[in-house]
């Protein structure tokens, strides 16, 4: 604080009560060991015993020192000598002639800290010592450090300007010397400059990432001095891509960059917690990928590392999962293989014939029915990680596996009654075990045969007898029209000819058939009286020559005789029976009805 003071001298008297002396100056400064400091100081005395011409000589002494004897610190005399420990440190820059007291102090030294005064000596009167008001030095320790201006981020190959600055300068001091060492320099440094700053130029090579530059800036000769360092941060593209892995509460297992992709496996429900992280200037972004599925991802102002949890794992969180890192100088990529172990589930049995299948998913206790000797494929079917140790018993007694590469699969071959029992699947794994059991029954081939035949045969009298139990009620009901119309003259064959004039029409009559009528008697059982009324065979022949109606021509074969020996060609008769309808004639006749014929015969 500048204060305006009258002061009084050591000598008293009429110059102590002298109001025209005064001085203003600090009352303290500070100065950090090693640097310059400027003392800003002015002055007034009287104007008393002097000219312009007379000269006015100024002294700064330390305190406790005797103006007449002892040496000042600094002062514009000449025949006066200086305190030699402050011989050309201190030096009064001021112009005691026109009032002016300003010190400055340069590589300021721990004992240099004291209280100061000035002295004024000019002509005879003027003899002045400012005692009580001089200021306090306060001399400290070097903490301040250098600044430093450089980019964040460096561009490998791009050149960069680089900035030191000491933010302590004065006037009247000396600037300081500033020099820089750095493994982006080539190990050499730059030759000390004086300024009160410094500039660097240099071009950084990625070898150069996280590698220190430092700025020195030197004040005095005895080795006083204050640095900064910085750390460059040179570009580069993603690069050591970790991945950690945290099974449940675990400690965390990390995967190295070298080498093939990892294989980790977990259990079914296990917690887990995937953590990627990777080194890049500037900052990459993170994401985690299965299959071409992103799972989540990071900004690159984001928190460090990725993490990705799984909860509790299942069969299909089983896959590859795959960290990016990408920057706009390149990307790297790590994978994982995740195997989630489980132990088997949905065990059943598939069962085929001729390479095709002809039953799926069978369950536990299913029976198997199977003709003696079909062949027959069983198969295991079961899924688990890893895959389970499928075997089949028979009967408690292991079975021999048809494919040793397949112990799932059992062949039977040509099944035996022998075969016939309970097959058991099992599948063993180390997590839990399954089975599965089918019961096979083994049918003889002759006896299925033997009954489809017997059905078969049945049916099939079943459906002859109703065509014929058909074919009699068409009979029963024309052959009453047949008796009413006996005397109307018929063609032998026309459109509107039924079944009945059809049967056992020969076209003349074999030995066999002459014999059969020669044999014949009225009570012979082959033969039926005519009904009342009905005409003979000998009466329709004569009809017939005298009624010559349109009729169709008869087929003609080798064996039948012209046109003009059908008189002559003889009638025989056809019976038909139905023993067996006769027996049960109410079972397809209708309720409230009789049979009219036992037996047809037809003349």
């Known amino acids: ?43 007034s005395h009287p104007l008393k015993d002097w000219t312009e011409s007379t000269p006015a000589y100024g002294y700064w002494f330390k305190a406790g020192t005797e103006t007449s004897k002892g040496a000042p610190v600094a002062t514009n005399d000449q025949s006066r000598e200086v305190e030699t420990s402050t011989q050309g440190r201190f030096q009064l820059t001021g112009d005691p002639g026109k009032g002016s007291c300003s010190l400055v102090i340069r590589d300021a030294q721990m004992w240099d800290m004291a209280r100061y005064f000035f002295r004024v000596e000019r002509g005879r009167y003027v003899r002045y010592n400012f005692m009580n008001n001089g200021f306090f030095l306060k001399v400290t320790a070097l903490t301040q450090k250098p600044d430093v201006f450089i980019p964040e981020t460096l561009e490998p190959g791009q050149p960069v300007t680089v900035i030191c600055v000491f933010n302590w300068a004065f006037e009247e001091c000396l600037a300081p010397s500033f020099s820089w060492t750095g493994a982006a320099l080539s190990s050499q440094g730059t030759k000390p ?57 675990t400690s965390a297992l ?14 079914k429900g296990q917690f887990l917690r995937l953590l990627c992280a990777a080194d890049s200037q500037p900052p990459a972004t993170l994401s ?29 969180d089983s896959g590859r999962y795959t960290c990016q890192a990408e920057n706009r100088l390149g990307s790297q990529q790590r994978a994982l293989d995740l195997s989630v172990q489980y132990p088997p589930d949905n065990l059943r049995v598939m069962v085929s014939q001729a390479n095709r299948t002809v039953l799926e998913n069978l369950g536990n206790g299913t029976s198997l029915p199977v003709l003696e000797g079909q062949s027959l494929r069983l198969v ?94 068409i009979i029963m009901k024309i052959l009453p029209k047949r008796q009413t119309q006996a005397e109307t003259p018929r063609p ?37 009286p005519l009904p009342p009324g009905a005409p003979s065979p000998e009466s329709k022949k004569n009809q017939k020559k005298q009624h010559q109606l349109p009729s169709f021509p008869e087929p003609k074969s080798s064996t039948q005789a012209p046109e003009s020996q059908e008189s002559q060609e003889e009638l025989h008769y056809a019976t038909l029976n139905f023993p067996a309808v006769r027996s049960r004639p109410e079972a397809w006749m209708p309720k409230g009805t009789q049979a009219n014929y036992a037996e047809v015969k037809f003349q």
């Open 492 to 528: 032998r064959f026309s459109r509107h000819s039924t079944i009945l004039d059809y049967i056992n029409v020969v076209p003349k009559a074999g030995p066999l058939a002459q014999n059969r009528n020669q044999k014949a008697t009225p009570s012979s059982p082959s033969r039926t």
């Open 193 to 249: 400059t004086t300024s009160h700053f410094s500039v660097l130029s240099f071009t950084p090579s990625p070898q150069d990432h996280d590698t220190d530059l430092t700025c020195h800036v030197d004040f005095s000769r005895k080795g006083v001095s204050a640095q900064r360092t910085v750390r460059l941060r040179v570009a580069y593209a993603p690069r050591d891509l970790v991945i950690s892995i945290f099974r449940d509460n």
């Open 254 to 267: 990390e995967l190295q960059p070298q080498g093939n992709v990892p294989y980790l496996e977990a259990q």
């Open 288 to 316: 985690w990928v299965l299959q071409d599925k992103v799972l989540s991802s990071s900004h690159p102002w984001g928190p460090r590392p990725l993490g990705l949890e799984l909860p509790g794992v299942k069969a299909g």
């Open 380 to 473: 295991c079917v079961t899924h688990s990680s890893p895959p389970a140790r499928l075997s089949w018993t028979q009967g408690g007694q292991i079975l021999s596996p048809s494919q040793p590469s397949d112990p799932g699969v059992l062949e039977l071959p040509r099944v035996q009654v022998e075969q016939e029992g309970e097959f058991t699947c099992h599948a063993q794994h180390p997590l839990g075990s399954q089975h599965v059991s089918v019961s096979l029954s083994v049918h003889y081939k002759k006896g299925l045969i033997s009954t489809a035949f017997s059905n078969g045969a049945f049916l099939g009298i079943g459906v002859t007898a109703l065509l014929f139990l058909c074919l009699a009620l």
């Open 1 to 43: 604080m500048l204060l305006p003071l009258l002061l009084s001298s050591l000598l008293g008297g009429s110059q102590a009560m002298d109001r025209s002396f005064w001085i203003q100056v600090q009352e303290s400064v500070t100065v950090p060991e090693g640097l310059c400091v400027s003392v800003p100081c002015s002055f």
